[in-house]
């Protein structure tokens, strides 16, 4: 099917309920990182708008808390079940804009969906408590209320779920939410909203604002005091800034930043599943994933083995256009992602890496980068601090358990970190040892709706996902009654 037939392709911002074009009309190019061809021109939206924005979520808000959680329940769960109807057509404005295979884009409007189902749910749980009073003539009893107005900033290598695992459970509390994709995917958070617009959320409850002017409305979002909440997912330099602009109003935040996972395979591991695990945890997404295994530390016993069938595995990812079946790997995002890569492969050959395979961009051209496999890399490479994101993968050979968990906890991330092995009393020692918000044991996936999603360090803090994600978007509020 061809894009420009799909109904739920959109190029102006949803705002109020409308579909809104910038004020002098301006756009930006919204293009397919396969063959750089024009998807779309997208209204890119000012201050302007979006302090206008900002004052109607806030009166929406005041309404929308006031329904019933059964109602605002309902609304999600027809949202929901319009995402999955409409799985295809989300899928191919996803790959379009985005790159990823097809089958990946379909996976992701799935898991996507499943937080909008799974805060449908949880919208009738937001309960408050009761607590034996202080004094005979007292009772105390504790609300959960909605934070008010949320601001949500969300990057492009996940344009759905990132979108639904902030906005679904600050719906479903009662809170408005005002939407800022990235500039480069603000298609798959469009028509999102078209779908949301069809399940009946009221006007202003849900806003989509498409802008390049990231660095503006982020600070407007940051210091008005009528967004009680941001609620962001992007790069730690970025975050930090938003924290520290986020102080004038003492904001409610949440941040998933940068991660920087290693992924460790002890001599006792099951050998062909850790090879799987690492290719699924290093390429998902053509490695554009705060989650994809960074480092990968393997022990000496199992060391040959192991990369050998991990680099015969890699080989054997096809890249290409991401609307084709066969296509395993897409490309990376930009030039500036693409170069990025190829800086940092670069400084570790030329401090003594060796690429078994790779090492190059792809003969491909564009923002294509060949599936690679460093081996004899240690710390003094830059691999070793950055957040990668393309599909290399540096391997470590390390000696004792000691060693594995001193090198992995070497960073100052702290999202998620992978193991493999059997022993169970080093799989108690190691998970607790781990410096990591999320810990994938015998398994290199580890994301679901029902989990808590989140980093520790400078990842970030926060969690997405299961009923700890609700308390991110819950005020606690303290009612002592006297006279009793
Ligand atoms: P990435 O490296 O993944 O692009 P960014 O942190 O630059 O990560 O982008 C994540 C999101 O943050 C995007 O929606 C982007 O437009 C937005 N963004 C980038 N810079 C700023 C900023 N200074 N203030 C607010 N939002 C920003």
């Known amino acids: 099917m061809q894009l420009k037939e799909n109904r739920l392709l959109k190029n102006l911002a949803y705002l109020n309920g409308e579909w809104t074009a910038a004020r002098e009309g301006s756009t930006f190019r919204v293009c397919n990182p396969y063959d750089g061809s024009l998807l779309a021109e997208v209204a890119d939206l000012g201050e302007e708008e979006t302090c206008r924005t900002i004052e109607l979520a806030r009166q929406a808000q ?58 449908a749910e949880e919208a009738k749980r937001a309960y408050g408590d009761v607590i034996p009073a202080h004094g005979s003539d007292k009772r105390i009893t504790i609300l959960k209320q909605p934070v008010g107005v949320v601001a949500a900033i969300t990057p492009w290598n996940f344009p759905v779920a990132m979108v639904t695992r902030k906005v679904a459970p600050a719906l479903a509390v009662g809170c408005s939410v005002i939407l800022k994709p990235a500039d480069a995917t603000p298609l798959s958070a469009l028509a999102l909203a078209v779908l949301a617009h069809e399940a009946g959320f009221p006007p202003g409850v849900f806003n989509v604002i498409t802008t390049t002017w990231a660095k503006e409305v982020g600070k407007l979002f940051c210091t ?70 960074n480092r990968i530390y393997v022990q000496a016993g199992i060391y040959e083995r192991f990369v050998a069938e991990f680099a015969a595995a890699t080989q054997e990812l096809k890249l290409g256009d991401g609307r084709l079946a066969e296509t395993d790997l897409g490309p990376l995002i930009n030039k500036a992602a693409l170069e990025k890569v190829e800086q940092l492969v670069d400084d570790a050959c030329a401090k003594g890496a060796r690429a078994l395979t790779g090492g190059h961009s792809s003969t491909l051209g564009g923002y294509f980068y060949a599936p690679t496999v460093l081996t004899d890399v240690n710390h003094t490479m830059d691999i070793h601090q950055a957040e ?59 994301s679901t709706a029902v989990a808590p999603f989140g980093g520790i360090k400078e990842s970030g803090f926060g969690r997405e996902g299961s009923f700890y994600g609700l308390d991110d978007y819950l005020e606690v509020k303290y009612l002592c009654w006297g006279g009793i």
């Open 224 to 293: 008005s005091p009528l967004v009680r909440k941001l609620s962001f997912t992007g790069s730690t330099a970025v975050g930090k800034e938003l924290m520290r602009q986020c102080a004038t109003t003492v904001k409610k935040l949440s941040l998933e930043l940068g991660g920087n996972a290693p992924f460790i395979v002890f001599d006792d591991a099951d050998l062909p599943a850790a090879v799987q695990g690492a290719i699924e945890s290093k390429y998902r997404n053509g490695g554009q994933t705060c989650v994809c295994a």
């Open 62 to 119: 005041v309404q929308w808390a006031g329904k019933s959680a059964g109602h605002r329940s309902r609304i999600l769960r027809r949202w929901h079940d319009l995402i999955l109807e409409h799985t295809d057509d989300l899928a191919l404005i996803l790959t379009s804009e985005q790159g990823k295979p097809l089958a990946e884009a379909v996976g992701e409007i799935r898991y996507g969906a499943s937080f909008v189902e799974w805060y």
């Open 388 to 446: 990668i994101f393309g599909p290399v993968a540096p391997i470590f050979r390390f000696e004792t358990e000691a060693d594995a968990i001193r090198a992995a906890n070497d960073t100052r991330a702290g999202l998620a970190a992978y193991f493999y092995g059997r022993d169970y009393a080093r799989i108690w020692r190691v998970a607790e040892a781990l410096e990591f918000g999320m810990v994938g044991i015998n398994t290199g996936m580890i």
